[in-house]
């Protein structure tokens, strides 16, 4: 079927959850009139949608049937999708009309999949706060004759959306606590656009050197000698830069044991490596949207956006920092495809002076200098062969093993950005369950 009308298509799906979002937009601005209820927004959705199936969908919809597609009914990849495409348009054009910021209209969008801390049989949940930081925490009900494993899991969503109580994070967690007996503690760190970096981060070392006291290792029954970090995208970054952190924090005494991180945004220098535009336009996360994502972390201010989308950000006397990210030397060949590397072309002081975030280790782990990897815990990363940030998991495998830390490099040839939270419906897929399993697997074997 032609893009544009399968686009047509996917309206009245759309439409319906759609409306509800925009009631939630115009109710929090001030002086909203009759004129702008449900049926009415509607109607000019529609004409919204009709528009764009007329400009925009032949580039949204190339390449969007999910790798592997054979394994999975065509209706659950239609559903994809129509869950994903038209909220962007929808953000962008709220943003356009100057009635929100487009990351919080996407928040509202995953708002949408929030879920109740609820025990069951097998795990006990609850909403709490570990050095006043939300937190969901998942203790096993089993009984257990020693002490039991545990598992810090920040989730994704480029800084900017998502949350530990959203139905596939929910899930993932329960499965892990129940699989691996372990104590799990999903993390609610604070998100931009309304906090940046480096507050992110601070939220989330805070919870990890509250958890890691021997006092509170103690309370929740876990063993010192077995814990884990873990997250994925966004929260594989955080993930990655609070291990980092923590080899220099002299405080901290229990060590992890393991990291584990599932496709993560290790780098900002260079946002035009062979995966960026092998995968410029794949589902999930095509390239302007994580360009978008790494630039709301550090400003609002679109003169950044503008400078990473054209790959021209980084300022001369940043110059060294190249070689941390420097993909003729760290990439296998069969990744490097027939893509040639270039010199960097280097952008105004004025950025990296006024926003000094993106040149940080803590921001972009990748950045840091090998002596600072060495004592990392045992690391598996994950990565997807149709993911923009699929080099900088691959890059990060390389600086490891470099270093002598023993890395095991899981990488999933018809897998898409996002690949592990398709667990729950309307995008229940065989691939996030595949992932998933993987996932849990390795840990349960490694922690």
Known sequence: MLPALRYLEAMDIFISNASSVWCLILGSQKGTNEYQTSVQFQDQLKSLLCFGAATVPNRLFQQTRLPGAHQHSSHTTFTLEVQLLPSVLMAEFAEWLGLVHY????????????????????VTVTDTKFNNVPVRLYVPR????????????????GWCVGGSAMEPYDLLSRWTANELNAVVISIEYRLAPMYHFPVQFEDVYAVVKFFLQNSVLAQYEVDPNRICISGDSAGGNLAAAVAQQLLDDAEVKAKLKIQALLYPALQTLDLDLPSYKDNENKPILPKSLMVRFWSEYFTTDVSLKEAMASNRHVPAESSHLFRFVNWSNLLPEKFKKDHVYASPIYGSSRLGKKYPGFLDPRAAPLLADDTKLFGLPVTYVLTCQHDVLRDDGIMYVSRLRKVGIEVIHDHIEDAIHGALIFITSPTDLALGHRVANKYIKWLNMNL
């Open 103 to 122: 990351m919080e209209v996407l928040m509202m969008i995953t708002s949408i999949e929030y879920t109740a801390p609820i025990s069951d049989e097998n």
């Open 142 to 157: 089993k009984q257990s004759s020693g002490l039991k494993r545990a598992v810090i899991y920040i989730h994704g969503g």
